[in-house]
């Protein structure tokens, strides 16, 4: 992983300074008081490539001057569109409805965890499993935390299960068909220019191919399928075995199915 000093904004608090001394014990990290030193002299300080930057109102992720913390933004734009009566790519090719139990594997900053959370509604699960400490750390901080939108958005939050671990790991102890949908949305083969989103968290992010031994994991845990998100001309779909291709059709991502149920109107 990325090396990682935990440090604190400028403007600080007594609270503050405990929430930065609470995560270097949780995270095993080092903690270096800011004492009005800029945010690179800590970095050269402590020898790092990162910094943990605990601020009143937010956790953030700073490398290279870009800033990776939590925000529910993109979900928040997509709820809006399928309230609208528009099509999300994402659940449709999960087939997603409300009461369904949902497998995120790939957790990142949440985005497709909280629409998928949406849809599942409250009598549904969704566990998201992130292998970056700090990006788990952030992001389940933020899912709790994060105020000041609207109750739809805010429960659908609430709701989602963050685990911190590696998915093959997590996937290999759970029993058959004990989700409805498992998930994957790797790092791309090849980034997206346009993904600025994903920039901050590229330093952080595991970016291994997904394996052939994780996806047959998750097949064997998935009841309904296994949806993975890949560039519209990606190989991964072949080389993983995903033979049913679907997305919008000027959209530069697609999502590949893998069925475990012949049909979909079989589906209980
Ligand atoms: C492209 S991002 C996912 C973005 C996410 N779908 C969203 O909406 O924010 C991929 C994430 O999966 C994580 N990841 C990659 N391999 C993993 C693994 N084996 N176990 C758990 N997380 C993994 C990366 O660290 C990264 O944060």
Redesign the pocket.
């Known amino acids: 992983m990325n090396n990682l000093v935990i440090t604190t904004g400028l403007r600080n608090s007594e609270k503050v300074e405990d929430l930065a001394l609470e995560l270097s014990n949780k995270l095993k990290l080092p903690y270096l008081p800011r004492e009005k030193q800029s945010l690179e002299s800590i970095r050269q300080r402590a020898s790092a490539e990162s910094i943990i930057l605990v601020n009143n109102n937010r956790l953030s992720l700073v490398t290279n001057g870009m800033e990776l913390f939590f925000h529910p933004g993109l979900a928040k734009l997509r709820i809006k569109e399928l309230q609208a009566g528009k099509t999300d790519q994402m659940i449709s090719a999960m087939a997603l409805s409300e009461g369904k139990t949902v497998l995120?594997?790939?957790?990142?900053?949440?985005?497709?965890?909280i629409v998928a959370s949406y849809i599942a509604g409250s009598l549904g699960t969704v566990v998201g499993?992130?292998?970056?400490i700090a990006?788990a750390e952030i992001v389940s901080r933020g899912l709790k935390n994060y105020h000041g939108e609207r109750p739809e958005l805010l429960d659908a939050m609430r709701r989602i299960n963050v685990v911190q671990?590696?998915?093959?790991e997590y996937l290999r102890q759970l029993p058959d068909n004990c989700f409805d949908i498992v998930y994957f949305?790797?790092?791309f083969r090849k980034p997206r220019e346009q993904s600025s989103s994903?920039a901050p968290?590229r330093p952080?992010?595991?970016s291994?191919p997904l394996s052939p031994d994780?996806v047959n994991e998750a097949r064997r845990v998935a009841k309904h399928r296994v949806v993975m998100k890949e560039n519209r001309f990606s190989q991964e779909f072949k080389r993983l075995n995903f033979h049913t291709i679907q997305g919008g059709r000027y959209s530069p991502v697609a999502y590949g199915i893998i069925h475990k149920v012949v049909a979909d109107n079989e589906i209980p």
Request: with cysteine; net charge negative; charged share 15%.
């Open positions: 995120d594997c790939t957790l990142g900053i949440a985005s497709d965890a499993i992130e292998a970056s990006v671990g590696d998915h093959l949305d790797p790092m994903m968290l952080f992010a595991n291994n994780a």
